[in-house]
């Protein structure tokens, strides 16, 4: 502690304003008394300097009190319940973002200085940070949309609205991520005719701004002209940081196999930008004062051009404060530098503590710094050059372990071997070239293509083995939500396995030394006239033995226990969830068993309607569902494959997010309703599913599937004629009449879900039940309402026959079909079927035990059921 008090300082300060993120009200102030007294009991245990304890006190208090003073002011002028959400409202400020045009869509960050809640209310006065959306008209918007720029005054009408939330349980929360920036509100404009550009003066720091956002842009597209092809997004991701345009399927394989942090600016980058820096100083002739003060102005001016990302930001600060305390003689370890870059950055913005990209940043190259040199002493290579890119690959690889999983949830077994083949190649090579080709292409095109092609050449390369590597899929393990004290726990393994491993080389080397005195004929002890050679005594007793095997073995109990906590196996839980994830306005319900095997039915998905003519409102990187949520909520949830996915049509709304899941989740099989339909969505799926060998199944009743002890699918339509007897399968536009009816028993509890299926195929299932013996009537726990409630479907003979306990709505908030039907809302009202809707509930879940208890909770506390547990 004393001998690195900066670090100490620092390491206070994080907990200081990490505490609101873990804790709240009383707990928060428990912790803080806690932290404290803990405080004072290491410096009278261990006689710390008094005035270095008294430092830790105040930055542990001041951060804390730092954080709790942006909290508290991280309020809107606008209160949440104001008569303007939803309806149109006149906005005025200045652009404080770059402007991004993307297909029809045009977003940026919008200072507003004044509101205007309605034409004839009086003009408020504001200081909030808006999210603007305009959605495009006509193609020729986009030029006027391409002249908007950071600094300019506008005056905008549009529909005010709180950015959405998670929707889902663990979800991501876009309005709590926006919270954080200190942003509230978001403004939907339709077209540029709404928004009317002012002409003011522009001040200082937004014009310097604006100049970057330029440059920035000018670099963008010198790279566009020099990689034709198609990996101008991925150079100009890794070059500069620009990622708006990478290819979202490339991304996806480089997340696979952890390799997104290539395409990360940070101290690589930043290392070889100094390089060049000096090296030009040299060339120059300019002294090495200069050249030190030439390299630590020219920092900032890369990090704002790159973005300030929080890694960005981390390494020029670290670079900055090397080469200032260099030009002084003065230079610390990287420690030392860490901890100041990490102390200023918290001081600056205690909320980046939050920030999973400055988590990682600052704890990996921590973890390089502290344990690289043990790691590389102790791996048993002879070469030195391999021993280094083989120490920090691993390092790197095992401290990112536990927030990677934390956060994403897979970690891909090839991961490590595709980081030590391909990290340096792109490092060393690919990225040089790139720099080179910006600057020979800027001073004369044809001189940057040069570099450019061998890059190109390079770059064939990088992603012919990252395509062919993630490719196998069974090696990508998949890590459920745990709890942080899984992460911390992690962490503190780690420096008991390093202490171990520093002791163990220790041992090593005084074996060795005493080995090597030994051989040595000269070297002997006298007893008289007899002479005995120096023999090895082991630095540790038998007792001292005894206890460092009972240590190790300790460590590696507990890390085992670690690891099976992590990856949460399903015989630790034998309980069933019905999940009904809200996918706006469409249908995905996800079914654990209670042996922990999944079955996704239905994806959700978005109906385009865009029309011939209108390509122009593609964007770059359109929200796709699968991709978007469902495939990061199925691997935060452990699903390390599905059992069976089952379309019950194959209309966009139940099955647009089916070809993400393919392509990203094992799937066993695919039920379907034993038609297709002639469509670019259903066609690219049914492709991909062939072409990764999944088999499929026409469904039929009275088909039936005993999924294991606890669950059984029973299928109810269609009829088995509906599906032909031949092994031709029709073609089918109309596919609601045919959506597979499924009645599914999870422990004796009956969930039935009908997918689109309306009035005449629910006639025709009724009549199916009672003509075999069935009941008049049935008492069912769960019904899904058919069509998400339209008036053609839940019609009152089905609602008579099934007798549901509660009633599942899935439909989009304020969609545009007015989905549930009033018509529906009081049939079910009638009959006293407790409704749950994904618009108005978030996600719904049931859990039901082994012994048939069934609880029921979801996102938002809405509805009440006296004879359903909430969960």
Same mark, same amino acid.
């Given at each position: 502690?004393?001998?690195?008090?900066?670090?100490?300082? $620092?390491?206070?300060?994080?907990?200081?304003?990490?505490?609101?993120?873990?804790?709240?009200?009383?707990?928060?102030?428990?912790?803080?008394?806690?932290?404290?007294?803990?405080? &004072?009991?290491?410096?009278?245990?261990?006689?710390?300097?008094?005035?270095?304890?008294?430092?830790?006190?105040?930055?542990?208090? %001041?951060?804390?009190?730092?954080?709790?003073?942006?909290?508290?002011?991280?309020?809107?002028? *606008?209160?949440?319940?104001?008569?303007?959400?939803?309806?149109?409202?006149?906005?005025?400020?200045?652009?404080?973002?770059?402007?991004?045009?993307?297909?029809?869509?045009?977003?940026?960050?919008?200072?507003?200085?004044?509101?205007?809640?309605?034409?004839?209310?009086?003009?408020?006065?504001?200081?909030?940070?808006? &999210?603007?959306?305009?959605?495009?008209?006509?193609?020729?918007?986009?030029?006027?949309?391409?002249?908007?720029?950071?600094?300019?005054?506008?005056?905008?009408?549009?529909?005010?609205?709180? @950015?959405?939330?998670?929707?889902?349980?663990?979800?991501?929360?876009?309005?709590?991520?926006?919270?954080?920036?200190?942003?509230?509100?978001?403004?939907? +404009?339709k077209g540029t005719n709404s928004v009317t550009h002012i002409q003011?003066?522009?001040?200082?720091?937004?014009?310097?701004?604006?100049?970057?956002?330029?440059?920035?842009?000018?670099?963008?597209?010198?790279?566009?002209?020099?990689?034709?092809?198609?990996?101008?997004?991925?150079?100009?991701?890794?070059?500069?940081?620009?990622?708006?345009?990478?290819?979202?399927?490339?991304?996806?394989?480089?997340?696979?196999?952890?390799?997104?942090?290539?395409?990360?600016?940070?101290?690589?980058?930043?290392?070889?930008?100094?390089?060049?820096?000096?090296?030009?100083?040299?060339?120059?002739?300019?002294?090495? /004062?200069?050249?030190?003060?030439? $390299?630590?102005?020219?920092?900032?001016?890369?990090?704002?051009?790159?973005?300030?990302?929080?890694?960005?930001?981390?390494?020029?600060?670290?670079?900055? %404060?090397?080469?200032?305390?260099?030009?002084? #003689?003065?230079?610390?370890?990287?420690?030392? %530098?860490?901890?100041?870059?990490?102390?200023?950055?918290?001081?600056?913005?205690?909320?980046?503590?939050?920030?999973?990209?400055?988590?990682?940043?600052?704890?990996?190259?921590?973890?390089?710094?502290?344990?690289?040199?043990?790691?590389?002493?102790?791996?048993?290579?002879?070469?030195?050059?391999?021993?280094?890119a083989i120490a920090v690959t691993l390092t790197a690889q095992v &401290?990112?372990?536990?927030?990677?999983?934390?956060?994403?949830?897979?970690?891909?077994?090839?991961?490590?071997?595709?980081?030590?083949?391909?990290?340096?190649?792109?490092?060393?090579?690919?990225?040089?070239?790139?720099?080179?080709?910006?600057?020979?292409?800027?001073?004369?095109?044809?001189?940057?293509?040069?570099?450019?092609?061998?890059?190109?050449?390079?770059? #064939?390369?990088?992603?012919?083995?990252? /395509?062919?590597?993630?490719?196998?899929?069974?090696?990508?393990?998949?890590?459920?939500?745990?709890?942080?004290?899984?992460?911390?726990?992690?962490?503190?393994?780690?420096?008991?396995?390093?202490?171990?491993?520093?002791?163990?080389?220790?041992?090593?080397?005084?074996?060795? !030394?005493?080995?090597?005195?030994?051989?040595?004929?000269?070297?002997?002890?006298?007893?008289?006239?007899? $002479?005995?050679?120096?023999?090895?005594?082991?630095?540790?007793?038998?007792?001292?033995?005894r206890k460092s095997r009972i240590l190790k073995l300790s460590i590696?109990?507990?890390?085992?226990? !670690?690891?099976?906590?992590?990856?949460?196996?399903?015989?630790?839980?034998?309980?069933?969830?019905?999940?009904?994830?809200?996918?706006?306005?469409?249908?995905?319900?996800?079914?654990?068993?209670?042996?922990?095997?999944?079955?996704?039915?239905?994806?959700?998905?978005?109906?385009?309607?865009?029309?011939?003519?209108?390509?122009?409102?593609?964007?770059?990187?359109?929200?796709?569902?699968?991709?978007?949520?469902?495939?990061?909520?199925?691997?935060?949830?452990?699903?390390?494959?599905?059992?069976?996915?089952?379309?019950?049509?194959? =209309?966009? =709304? #139940?099955?647009?997010?089916?070809?993400? +899941?393919? =392509?990203?989740?094992?799937?066993?099989?695919?039920?379907?309703?034993?038609?297709?339909?002639?469509?670019?969505?259903?066609?690219?799926?049914?492709?991909?599913?062939?072409?990764?060998?999944? @088999?499929?199944?026409?469904? #039929?009743?009275?088909?039936?599937?005993?999924? =294991?002890?606890?669950?059984? %699918?029973?299928?109810?339509?269609?009829?088995?004629?509906?599906?032909?007897?031949?092994?031709?399968?029709?073609?089918?536009?109309?596919?609601?009449?045919?959506?597979?009816?499924?009645?599914?028993? *999870?422990?004796?509890?009956?969930?039935?879900?009908?997918?689109?299926? /309306?009035?005449?195929?629910?006639?025709?299932?009724?009549?199916?039940?009672?003509?075999?013996?069935?009941?008049?009537?049935?008492?069912?726990? &769960?019904?899904?309402?058919?069509?998400?409630?339209?008036?053609?479907?839940?019609?009152?003979?089905?609602?008579?026959? !099934?007798?549901?306990?509660?009633?599942?709505?899935?439909?989009?908030?304020?969609?545009?079909?007015?989905?549930?039907?009033?018509?529906?809302?009081?049939?079910?009202?009638?009959?006293?079927?407790? *409704?749950?809707?994904?618009?108005?509930?978030?996600?719904?879940?049931?859990?039901?035990?082994?012994?048939?208890?069934?609880?029921?909770?979801?996102?938002?506390?809405?509805?009440?059921?006296?004879?359903?547990?909430?969960?």
């Amino acid at each position: 502690m004393e001998r690195r008090p900066l670090v100490a300082v $620092t390491c206070c300060w994080v907990m200081g304003v990490s505490i609101l993120s873990l804790f709240q009200g009383l707990d928060a102030a428990l912790a803080m008394v806690s932290l404290l007294l803990l405080l &004072v009991g290491t410096g009278l245990l261990y006689t710390v300097n008094w005035k270095l304890l008294l430092v830790c006190v105040l930055a542990l208090l %001041l951060s804390s009190g730092e954080r709790l003073w942006i909290e508290r002011g991280n309020i809107s002028d *606008i209160p949440a319940n104001e008569a303007a959400i939803g309806n149109e409202v006149t906005l005025r400020g200045y652009i404080s973002s770059d402007v991004e045009v993307d297909g029809d869509l045009v977003m940026f960050r919008l200072k507003a200085q004044e509101i205007q809640l309605s034409q004839t209310a009086p003009k408020q006065s504001m200081s909030d940070t808006v &999210v603007i959306r305009v959605k495009l008209a006509e193609e020729s918007e986009q030029q006027t949309a391409n002249m908007w720029k950071r600094g300019d005054t506008v005056q905008l009408k549009g529909e005010m609205k709180q @950015p959405g939330d998670a929707g889902n349980f663990g979800a991501f929360d876009y309005r709590s991520y926006l919270k954080k920036q200190g942003i509230h509100w978001q403004l939907n +404009v339709k077209g540029t005719n709404s928004v009317t550009h002012i002409q003011e003066k522009i001040d200082l720091r937004m014009k310097c701004l604006r100049v970057l956002d330029d440059f920035r842009r000018a670099i963008g597209a010198l790279m566009d002209r020099m990689y034709p092809h198609g990996d101008s997004g991925y150079m100009k991701g890794l070059v500069v940081g620009i990622r708006s345009d990478l290819n979202p399927e490339q991304f996806d394989d480089f997340a696979r196999l952890g390799l997104t942090h290539v395409l990360a600016i940070s101290g690589l980058h930043v290392g070889v930008i100094v390089f060049l820096l000096l090296q030009f100083g040299a060339w120059m002739r300019l002294t090495r /004062e200069r050249t030190l003060d030439m $390299t630590i102005a020219l920092m900032p001016i890369y990090m704002m051009i790159t973005g300030a990302s929080p890694s960005a930001v981390r390494a020029c600060l670290m670079a900055m %404060l090397a080469l200032w305390l260099a030009r002084r #003689h003065a230079l610390k370890d990287g420690l030392h %530098l860490l901890s100041a870059a990490a102390l200023l950055m918290l001081i600056w913005n205690p909320s980046l503590i939050a920030d999973v990209s400055f988590q990682l940043s600052f704890i990996v190259t921590a973890g390089l710094l502290l344990f690289v040199p043990t790691v590389t002493e102790s791996l048993p290579f002879r070469w030195k050059w391999l021993r280094g890119a083989i120490a920090v690959t691993l390092t790197a690889q095992v &401290v990112s372990f536990p927030l990677t999983a934390y956060y994403f949830h897979s970690v891909h077994l090839l991961s490590l071997p595709a980081n030590l083949l391909l990290v340096p190649f792109i490092s060393f090579i690919v990225m040089p070239l790139g720099m080179a080709s910006i600057a020979m292409g800027a001073i004369w095109l044809p001189l940057g293509i040069i570099p450019a092609k061998l890059a190109t050449m390079g770059n #064939h390369f990088t992603f012919a083995i990252v /395509e062919r590597l993630s490719r196998f899929e069974e090696l990508r393990t998949v890590w459920p939500q745990t709890s942080l004290l899984w992460v911390i726990i992690a962490y503190m393994l780690m420096g008991a396995g390093i202490v171990l491993l520093k002791r163990r080389i220790v041992e090593k080397k005084d074996r060795e !030394w005493w080995i090597s005195q030994s051989a040595d004929a000269s070297l002997t002890i006298g007893l008289g006239e007899m $002479t005995a050679p120096l023999v090895y005594v082991p630095a540790q007793s038998d007792e001292n033995k005894r206890k460092s095997r009972i240590l190790k073995l300790s460590i590696a109990v507990i890390g085992l226990g !670690w690891l099976i906590w992590g990856y949460q196996l399903a015989i630790l839980d034998r309980s069933a969830t019905v999940s009904f994830i809200n996918v706006g306005q469409g249908d995905c319900i996800l079914i654990r068993t209670g042996k922990g095997k999944h079955i996704l039915i239905d994806t959700g998905g978005t109906i385009n309607f865009r029309k011939p003519g209108e390509e122009w409102r593609e964007r770059r990187d359109p929200y796709e569902i699968g991709r978007k949520l469902l495939v990061p909520l199925l691997l935060k949830r452990g699903v390390r494959d599905l059992d069976a996915l089952v379309l019950t049509h194959l =209309d966009a =709304d #139940h099955m647009g997010g089916a070809r993400a +899941v393919i =392509d990203q989740i094992p799937v066993r099989a695919i039920l379907f309703n034993g038609t297709v339909k002639d469509a670019p969505a259903s066609n690219n799926m049914f492709q991909l599913a062939l072409d990764k060998g999944i @088999p499929f199944y026409a469904v #039929h009743a009275p088909m039936e599937w005993e999924v =294991d002890q606890s669950t059984t %699918l029973s299928a109810l339509y269609p009829a088995e004629d509906l599906t032909g007897e031949s092994d031709m399968i029709k073609v089918s536009s109309d596919q609601n009449e045919r959506s597979i009816v499924l009645l599914i028993t *999870i422990y004796e509890r009956l969930f039935l879900l009908p997918g689109d299926l /309306e009035s005449k195929g629910e006639q025709a299932v009724v009549e199916a039940q009672i003509n075999a013996g069935e009941t008049m009537q049935r008492h069912i726990d &769960v019904l899904k309402a058919g069509h998400h409630g339209s008036k053609t479907s839940t019609t009152q003979a089905w609602l008579n026959y !099934w007798q549901p306990q509660e009633t599942v709505i899935s439909a989009g908030l304020n969609n545009l079909y007015g989905h549930p039907h009033p018509t529906v809302m009081q049939r079910l009202f009638a009959l006293g079927s407790a *409704i749950l809707r994904t618009d108005l509930d978030g996600e719904i879940q049931y859990r039901i035990s082994a012994d048939g208890t069934m609880a029921r909770r979801t996102l938002y506390s809405r509805v009440e059921n006296k004879d359903v547990r909430v969960w």
